[in-house]
């Protein structure tokens, strides 16, 4: 079945410093979304990506789709102490209808040193 | 916003016990679903529900598990005989329709601990 594989699983960072996560999917996606999650807390939707090759951004973090729309990153710029948690990329399964769900990555647990 | 919600946030029950995890789904939200998060995992798919009945359930989702929808509001998951490894945050999640709206919105979440 389709897996989605996310790196790293863990990244430290200095305030300040950038941050990246890269997911990958076995198999050829119709779009993917990122969720963050922060300690204790439930996932929270950030964006969808559906067009190949697509770059959106949301102030400090941008989100990429690949060209053969298999892959995927997010990219923090200057991270701060708020940006602490896990960020898990997902990919759907299914047509849209009563068969689609959304398979996670593994996530990327995000921790800043002030 | 409109938000899931789920009760209880977080449940203490012994082995072999029977629980039910209930949660309210956005209002005008047609596909439900659980996921299930161990401690420091992914967030598994557990099974996606539509029109009153099951679309879909994974490999975790065995004979113990059920779901339902006893009214209009309400979206349950019982498990009939808890054991261990069934320890877990369980989140509910809620989909609006087919048509450009594939993004789920999640609960916060109920935590059970199996002792």
């Known amino acids: 079945g389709q897996q989605v594989m996310q790196i790293p699983q863990y990244q430290h960072v200095q305030e300040g410093e950038d941050f990246t996560t890269y997911c990958n999917s076995s198999?050829?996606?119709?779009?993917i979304q990122w969720y963050k999650q922060r300690p204790g807390g439930h996932p929270v939707f950030l964006i969808q990506l559906v067009k190949s090759g697509e770059v959106k951004k949301q102030k400090r973090l941008t989100f990429q789709f690949g060209e053969a729309k298999k892959n995927s990153s997010l990219h923090i710029t200057a991270t701060q102490t708020t940006d602490v948690g896990t960020y898990f990329c997902?990919?759907?399964?299914?047509?849209?209808?009563?068969?689609?769900?959304?398979?996670f990555g593994k996530g990327t647990l995000l921790t800043v040193n002030p | 916003e409109p938000e899931v919600t789920q009760t209880p946030s977080h449940q203490v029950t012994q082995m072999g016990q029977e629980v039910i995890l209930r949660c309210v789904p956005i209002s005008n939200h047609l596909y439900f679903y659980w996921y299930r998060q161990i401690l420091g995992q992914k967030v598994e798919f557990l099974v996606s529900f539509y029109n009153n009945e099951i679309s879909e359930k994974s490999e975790i989702f065995d004979d113990q598990f059920s779901v339902e929808r006893p009214d209009g509001s309400n979206f349950t998951l019982k498990i009939r005989s808890t054991k261990l490894e069934d320890s877990a945050m369980y989140f509910c999640a809620s989909r609006r329709d087919r048509v450009g709206a594939n993004v789920l919105t999640f609960g916060a979440g109920s935590r059970l601990t199996v002792l």
């Open positions: 997902a990919g759907p399964m299914g047509s849209g209808g009563s068969n689609y769900k959304l398979t």
């Open positions: 198999t050829t996606l119709s779009n």
